[in-house]
């Protein structure tokens, strides 16, 4: 499979950002989106050539994409925590983070390349793309932004949460993971409504063994 390019956006009118997601999968943590509008005027060779699907890259590559972009796009962030998430399901809590995304940019785009199938709810058209992370180089730096923010939020916790081993494992179902759920229960930070907690708080009488403090 080849890198990705802009012969999507090549073949688009007006302008156009990338959308893309990280932390559909993960048992704790917020889900976190990304919008980009990439300016091609600035956008070097060297960046195109290294951006991809953020889950194919290293975490020192794709922190290095991280970097570049800021200076050559504009870039929306948004996210949907985790009660968002337990109260109306993770694909939905996924597209109203897109839409945040989207707004973040605090410009118009004409049309948002989305990775997936399906499109969330924007005022702009939308062209849904699956793979698109692999095709697009809009999508790929939003898969990338996406996924360091998130990552890096999973990290920041870590140190207060230490059982579970977020600063490798950024939330997502581990052998290590796990067996702090099992060990000592859940977290604030936690998806209740994903199957591997859900077990686990309706076998607990402390539901949050780690209480946040109010600065938090």
């Known amino acids: 499979m080849g890198m990705p390019d802009f012969a999507i956006e090549d073949g688009c009118r007006g302008v156009v950002c990338g959308v893309d997601e990280a ?4 048992l704790a943590g917020p889900v976190v989106a990304a919008a980009v509008i990439i300016d091609r005027a600035c ?28 200076p050559c796009a504009r870039i929306g ?12 399901n993770i ?16 410009v118009p785009a004409d049309i948002a390349l989305v990775d997936g199938n399906i499109a969330p709810p924007l005022s702009c058209a939308v062209r849904t793309i699956v793979k698109g992370d692999t095709l697009s180089l809009s999508i790929a730096a939003a898969s990338v932004i996406a996924k360091v923010t998130r990552d890096r939020i999973m990290r920041a916790l ?6 579970y081993g977020w600063g ?27 199957q591997p907690v859900r077990v686990a708080v309706e076998g607990s009488h402390n539901l949050d063994l780690f209480p946040l403090k109010p600065s938090d």
Request: net charge positive; with cysteine; proline share 2%.
């Open 23 to 26: 932390g559909r999968g993960p």
């Open 43 to 70: 956008f070097t060779a060297e960046l195109a050539e290294t951006l991809d699907d953020s889950k194919l890259l290293t975490r020192e590559v794709r922190e290095a994409c991280y970097r570049a972009l800021w």
């Open 77 to 88: 962030v948004g996210a949907a925590s985790v009660d968002e998430i337990d109260r109306i």
């Open 91 to 106: 694909l939905r809590a996924s597209l109203k983070a897109m839409a945040r995304a989207v707004a973040a940019l605090g």
């Open 158 to 163: 870590s140190p207060r949460y230490a059982d």
């Open 168 to 194: 490798t494992n950024v939330g997502y179902s581990t052998g290590t993971h796990l067996a702090a759920i099992g060990r000592v229960g859940v977290t604030r930070h936690h998806r209740r409504s994903f």
